[in-house]
């Protein structure tokens, strides 16, 4: 049948099947976000009092985090580490609970226990609340809507900012009078959203190398991109202005997250495709680090 096609569309079958290799395998998850922090006993009181993480394990200076069978965030002490503003970096990483009572819960429990929150909002496709940690690095938590529900408009998945309805929220509650045992065991990194310096260049990166399909752009400052149709694992932005250099290695901050592949087959295929665009990346731990343009640290890891 291929021989029958005339020369333009033999020509876009070849790219066709090109774009399909290149394709994030659709089960690529996001594992552990490693940041840096200032002062690790703060830290901990944190998470676990107010977000309702469990500590998994600590070893000096470094502590790891989860909710159920797997590391969700991973801290670094560095007392001398600072903030710096206007630089590329965590945006926020987003905890996606099981349900809308889970949300709930960790909004009574926000509200109950004073925690400073920066905002609310109802994407369309999910439900969220946004806070930052003692050190400033931002922090989702939300909940999915079905994904039969979700909407497209010309293409593009339709995902919004609006206000979110929180006594609704909250009327989940009723009937729920028992005390909140922490984040639920199927928690999960739900996404990423990073400060880059050029759109274009961060997609190239996640796209074109890495293989995530785009799933929306918000004018030019912001895209959306997902493995398997989610709505997105990874939002990219300029909001800290355009070419925004990145902080140096002492930050407090984004060390790197990490992208779990289903298997070994999936991860050397990702592998090869980072080599192959002259990308520096070198085994590290239990994966694979490389940077994006903007030198955010992406961590290549299997299932």
Known sequence: ??????????????????????????????????????????????????????????????????????????????????????RSGLYHFAILVPSRLELAQSLRHIAETETQVQGFADHLVSEAIYLPDPDGNGI?????????????????????TDPLNIESVLDELHGQEEPWPGLDPSTKMGHMHLHVAAIEAAENFYHDVLGFDKMMRYGPSASFLSAGGYHH????????GAGAPPPPPDAVGLRWFVIQLPNENELNRVIDRVQTAGLAIHEHGTGWLVRDPASNGVLLTSM
């Open 140 to 160: 989702e938590i939300y909940r999915d809507r079905p994904r039969e529900n979700w909407q497209s408009l010309d293409g593009e998945l339709k995902m919004a």
């Open 1 to 86: 049948m291929y021989g029958l096609l005339t020369p333009s569309l033999r020509n876009e079958s070849k790219h066709l099947a090109l774009r399909a290799n290149n394709m994030i395998h659709p089960d690529t998850r996001l594992g552990a976000v490693h940041l840096t922090i200032r002062d690790l006993r703060r830290s901990l009181d944190f998470y676990q009092q107010r977000l309702g993480f469990q500590l998994r394990h600590l070893e000096g200076s470094k502590a790891n985090l989860g909710a159920g069978g797997q590391d969700l965030l991973v801290l670094y002490e560095n007392p001398d580490a600072s903030p710096y503003p206007n």
């Open 233 to 240: 694992h990874l939002g990219l932005n300029t909001w800290n």
